[in-house]
C-alpha cells in the first residue's frame, strides 16, 4: 500500500511537471543572451591579447603541438585541432585558408587559392602547412601562457596566446556576431614595428591600411579605424595608349572577377562605353580595358571609379574582446595596448629566465662544492638514508654563505644522484667558466631588465630586421578628387523636344532631336517669355509651351554665358544682358527678364566660353526714327549675375536681330593649377599654379625616367606618378640634361627642345636601365665634375654647357661628359645670366612650373655615384 501510494505521487509530480507553464518572454531573454554571449566571446570577434578568434587560437595551437620543422596535410591540421574546436571541419579549414592567404603565421605548399582572382584553395587533403619562423618566434611561449580545459576536458588549449607583435593590426579581421560587427583593416607590417617604437620612445605616430592587392587609399576620414569613419580604396587604372586601359591593381576586398563584373554592368547600363575585356591576370593583376573608338580614356577612367566596383568605400568597426566583453576602440590604442604587452611579456620572460639562471647557478655552485670538496666520501660512514641527508648537509654548512639562496632537502637529494663517472671525471676549470658564463648571463639580464623599453625597442627592431624585407607598403596613400557623375558618364541615352505641346524627355522618338545625353543628366529648357527650369531627364515630361531652347546642363558651369535681349513687357524697353545660369534648383522656375507681364526674349545665344558677339538690330519703322538699322557689341556689356535687369538696348519696338560677326572670348584665359596631392589639374586654386591657358594652349610634362609629352589643360586629365617638371608649354624653350646611358657605360650631356606630341617619348635613349641625372631649363648652365676611381688624382672640371655642346633634337645621344670614371656631377651657379623683360607672360601671369632643377636619381647626382 505505502508502495502504491509512493508511485502515485510521483506520477503526479511528473504529470504536473510536464504540464507547468513558463513564460516565452522569460526563455527568449536567457537563451537569447546567452547565444548572443557565446557567438560574440567564442566566435566572431577577436581578443584584444592575441588578436585572433578562437578558432584561429586553436588552429594555432594545434599546429604548434604538431610541429617538427616539417609540413603537415591541412586534413591533419583539421583533425587534430578538432580536439579543441567544438564545431564542423569546415569552419576550422576556412580560417586556415584565411590565415594561410595572409602569408603571416603559415609557410604554405600547394594550391591555397588566389586573392586576386577568387578562386578557392584546393581540397585539404592535396595541401601543406607548417608554423612560419615568425610565428614560432613572435606567437608562442608556454612559459607565459594561461591554459584552460578544452571543450570536453580531455586536453589543455590557451586562454590566449603571448604574442609579442601587433598581430590584429598586421592580419585584420572581420567578423559578425549577435548585435554587433567587427572589422579591423590591415595594415603594413614595417609601419606597424616603426610605430610600436616610436610609441615606447614617446614619439607620435600615425596608422593607415595597407592592403595585400595594392591599389590606393584615401584615408583623410579614417579615424583611426574607429566606427564612424570611412575610407575609399581605388583601383590602380593606366592608359596603354588611346584605344585600352589596364587594370594592375584592385580594391581591397575584390577580386578580379567581381571587378570585371561591376564593369560590365556599367556598361550594359550605359555608363561606360567599352568595347571589351581581356582578364590577363595571373601572378600579377592584369585586366585590359578596349575601349569604343573615340571614347576618352581620362573619361573612361574617371567614369570606372564613379560606376564600378573600381573605387569604392570602406566603414571600419574596431571591435575587441577585454576581459570577456566587447570594447569598440581605435587602431592606436590597440597598438599602444600590444607594445605595452611586448614589454610585459618580454619583462616575464626575462624574470622567468632570470629564475632558472639563478638555479642553475645555485645547482653548479653546490655539485663544484660537493665534489671538489670531497663531501660525497663522508657519506660512506652513514648507516641509513637520513644520516646521509644529515651528513651532506654538515658538509655544506661553512659553504652556504657563498650561495644565492639556503640549501634545500631536494637539493641535497641532486646530490645524491650524481654518478661515480661524473666526479671522476669532474674538471673545475670547466665548471668555474661555466659557473662565469652563467655569473655573466645573469648579468646581462638583470641589465634588460632595468632598461626594458630599450631591450624593447631592439626587439622590434630586430623582427623588423628578420622579417621586415619584402614587406614594403602595397597600397598608396592618395587624396581622391571627387568625381563628379555627370560629367563623366557616357551618353546612354537622347534628349528629343516637342516644341508644339512642351514636352522634352529620351522616349519622344517621333519629335525633334536635340542631343545626346546620359540618363542622369540636368536638362535646361528656356521658354519664350524668358523663364527657364532646370529638370532632370525622364522619358517624357511638361516643361511648359513656346520653348525657345533645350540642352543638357552643366552643375556650377561659371563659364558658360548666356546672352540676352528682351522687351521687358509688352511696351517696355529692349534691354540686352549677359549672365552664367549656376546656383539654381531642380524643378523651379526663374526668369531672364525683370518678370514683367508681356516680357519676351527677342534674342538669345548660348556662349561656352564667354563668347560675344556682334549683332545687327533692325527696328520697326516709325515716323520719328532716323536709324532704322544698327550694331551692337555684346563685348561692351559686363557679365552680371542671373537677376540683373540688364543695359537698355533700345526704347522702340524691335523688328528683328541677327547675328552679324561671331565674337571671341571675354573672360580671358582660363587660370589652371596643379594638385601635386592627387595629380589632377584644376580651376580652384588648389596646388600649383601653371597660368593662363587659352583654347590653343598646352601643357608640357617631363618624368624622372626621361620621358615627356604635350597634353591639353583638359580638367579629367589624369598624369603620371614620378612627374619631375609640369609646366605650360612654350615652343623652343631649351632643356639641358644630364644621363647615364646604360648601353655606353658613360654619363651624356645633351641641349634640346621638345616636340609637340601626346606620346611620351623618351629623350634619354630607349634603355630601360638608362637614368636621367640632372636637368635644367637655366639658359647658360654650368656643370662640376669630380672624379673617383683611378682618376680620383685628377682636378674638378667645369663644364660651359652652351659651349660644350649645341641645340639638337631630343632623338640626339648628345656629347660625352667625360672619358674618365666620374664620381660626382654637380650643377653650379651660371657665370652669364640672361634677365627676363618685363613684357614676359611669366612677369605677367605669375606662371610657374612644378620644378626649374632637379636631380632625380640620388645615386648618380648630389651624391657618391655609383658606377
Request: proline share 3%; net charge neutral.
Amino acid at each position: 500500500m505505502d508502495n502504491n501510494t509512493e508511485n502515485t505521487g510521483l506520477r503526479q509530480e511528473q504529470h504536473a511537471a510536464l504540464h507547468s507553464v513558463t513564460a516565452l518572454s522569460g526563455m527568449y531573454k536567457d537563451w537569447f543572451l546567452d547565444y548572443a554571449s557565446y557567438v560574440i566571446l567564442e566566435r566572431a570577434v577577436p581578443h584584444l591579447n592575441d588578436g585572433l578568434k578562437p578558432v584561429q587560437r586553436r588552429i594555432m595551437h594545434s599546429m604548434k603541438r604538431m610541429d617538427d620543422g616539417r609540413y603537415n596535410k591541412v586534413a591533419n591540421i583539421i583533425g587534430h585541432t578538432m580536439q579543441f574546436h567544438p564545431h564542423g571541419d569546415a569552419s576550422i579549414g576556412d580560417a586556415l585558408t584565411q590565415i594561410g592567404q595572409k602569408d603571416l603565421l603559415v609557410d604554405t605548399q600547394g594550391n591555397w587559392g588566389n586573392i586576386l582572382t577568387g578562386d578557392g584553395a584546393a581540397a585539404p587533403r592535396y595541401i601543406e602547412a607548417r608554423l612560419s619562423k615568425f610565428a614560432l618566434e613572435v606567437v608562442f611561449n608556454p612559459k607565459t601562457t594561461e591554459w584552460k580545459l578544452s571543450y570536453d576536458g580531455r586536453n589543455k588549449e590557451p586562454i590566449t596566446l603571448p604574442v609579442k607583435f601587433p598581430l590584429l593590426l598586421a592580419q585584420g579581421g572581420e567578423g559578425i556576431a549577435v548585435g554587433l560587427a567587427s572589422k579591423i583593416l590591415p595594415h603594413n607590417f614595417n609601419e606597424l614595428i616603426d610605430a610600436s617604437v616610436n610609441y615606447l620612445q614617446g614619439k607620435e605616430f600615425s596608422l593607415y591600411p595597407d592592403f595585400p592587392t595594392g591599389g590606393f587609399v584615401d584615408v583623410s576620414r579614417y579615424n583611426d579605424g574607429q566606427r564612424g569613419g570611412a575610407i575609399k580604396v581605388r583601383a590602380k587604372i593606366e592608359k596603354i595608349d588611346k584605344k585600352a586601359l589596364v587594370i594592375t591593381e584592385i580594391p581591397y576586398g575584390k577580386t578580379t572577377s567581381s571587378l570585371i563584373e561591376s564593369i560590365i554592368k556599367a556598361s550594359e547600363k550605359g555608363k561606360i562605353k567599352i568595347k571589351k575585356i581581356d582578364d590577363n591576370t595571373a601572378a600579377n593583376v592584369e585586366i585590359v580595358i578596349n575601349l569604343v573608338p573615340g571614347t576618352s580614356p581620362d573619361n573612361t577612367i574617371d567614369a570606372l571609379y564613379a560606376f564600378t566596383d573600381c573605387e569604392y568605400s570602406i566603414s571600419p568597426n574596431t571591435c575587441v574582446i577585454v576581459n570577456d566583453k566587447p570594447l569598440f576602440t581605435g587602431a592606436g590604442e590597440i597598438l599602444k595596448y600590444s607594445a605595452n604587452q611586448t614589454v610585459a611579456l618580454l619583462t616575464r620572460e626575462l624574470e622567468i629566465r632570470k629564475v632558472e639562471l639563478q638555479e642553475e647557478w645555485h645547482m653548479s655552485s653546490l655539485e663544484k662544492i660537493f665534489i671538489e670538496e670531497r663531501i660525497y666520501r663522508e657519506i660512506e660512514e652513514a648507516e641509513t638514508w637520513e644520516g646521509v641527508i644529515t651528513t651532506i648537509d654538515r658538509g655544506l654548512e661553512p659553504f652556504k654563505e657563498r650561495l644565492l639562496r639556503t640549501v634545500t632537502r631536494d637539493d641535497i637529494v641532486k646530490l645524491t644522484e650524481i654518478k661515480i663517472k661524473r666526479i671522476s671525471k669532474f674538471d673545475v676549470r670547466k665548471a668555474d667558466e661555466y659557473i662565469k658564463g652563467l655569473e655573466s648571463e645573469l648579468e646581462e639580464v638583470q641589465n634588460h631588465l632595468e632598461n626594458i623599453i630599450p631591450y624593447a625597442i631592439n626587439y622590434f627592431k630586430q623582427i623588423k630586421k628578420k622579417y621586415g624585407n619584402g614587406k614594403e607598403r602595397k597600397t598608396e596613400i592618395r587624396s581622391f578628387d571627387t568625381i563628379e557623375a555627370t560629367k563623366v558618364v557616357a551618353d546612354n541615352a537622347k534628349l528629343y523636344v516637342n516644341y508644339k505641346e512642351g514636352f522634352i524627355g529620351t522616349g519622344l522618338k517621333k519629335d525633334e532631336f536635340v542631343c545626346n545625353c546620359s540618363d542622369i543628366d540636368d536638362i535646361i529648357t528656356i521658354r519664350r517669355d524668358g523663364v527657364y527650369t532646370i529638370t532632370r531627364i525622364a522619358e517624357k515630361v511638361f516643361v511648359g509651351t513656346d520653348i525657345l531652347y533645350v540642352n543638357v546642363f552643366l552643375k556650377n558651369d561659371e563659364r558658360t554665358i548666356y546672352n540676352v535681349v528682351y522687351q521687358d513687357g509688352k511696351d517696355g524697353p529692349v534691354l540686352a544682358k549677359r549672365c552664367s545660369v549656376s546656383g539654381i534648383m531642380r524643378d523651379r522656375e526663374y526668369n531672364f527678364t525683370r518678370g514683367t507681364a508681356g516680357s519676351k526674349i527677342i534674342y538669345l545665344s548660348i556662349n561656352p566660353n564667354g563668347e560675344a558677339e556682334v549683332v545687327k538690330v533692325q527696328l520697326k519703322p516709325r515716323a520719328n526714327i532716323k536709324k532704322l538699322t544698327f550694331e551692337y557689341d555684346f563685348g561692351q556689356l559686363a557679365i552680371k549675375g542671373r537677376s540683373s535687369m540688364g543695359n537698355i538696348l533700345t526704347k522702340h519696338t524691335v523688328h528683328k536681330i541677327a547675328l552679324k560677326e561671331k565674337g571671341l572670348s571675354t573672360l580671358g584665359g582660363r587660370k589652371i593649377w596643379f594638385d601635386d596631392a592627387i595629380l589632377r589639374l584644376n580651376a580652384d586654386g588648389r596646388g600649383l599654379y601653371l597660368g593662363e591657358f587659352g583654347p590653343d594652349d598646352k601643357i608640357q610634362v617631363i618624368t624622372k625616367n626621361g620621358l615627356f609629352r604635350i597634353t591639353g589643360f583638359d580638367l579629367s586629365g589624369h598624369f603620371e606618378e614620378n612627374i619631375l617638371l609640369i609646366e605650360k608649354y612654350r615652343r623652343g624653350k631649351v632643356y639641358s640634361a644630364i644621363y647615364w646611358d646604360a648601353e655606353q657605360k658613360f654619363y651624356y650631356l645633351k641641349r634640346f627642345s621638345v616636340e609637340e606630341t601626346e606620346k611620351p617619348q623618351s629623350f634619354i635613349g630607349e634603355s630601360p636601365a638608362s637614368k636621367l641625372v640632372s636637368i635644367t631649363e637655366v639658359e647658360y648652365p654650368r656643370f662640376e665634375i669630380s672624379f673617383g676611381g683611378q682618376h680620383r688624382a685628377r682636378e674638378n672640371e667645369i663644364i660651359e654647357v652652351a659651349e660644350f655642346i649645341g641645340v639638337k633634337s631630343y632623338k640626339a645621344k648628345g656629347k660625352r661628359l667625360s672619358n674618365y670614371t666620374v664620381d660626382n656631377i654637380h650643377e653650379i651657379e651660371p657665370v652669364v645670366k640672361k634677365e627676363t623683360p618685363p613684357s614676359m607672360p611669366d612677369d605677367d601671369t605669375g606662371e610657374k612650373s612644378l620644378h626649374t632643377r632637379h636631380e632625380p636619381d640620388t645615386d648618380h647626382a648630389q651624391m657618391k655615384l655609383e658606377l
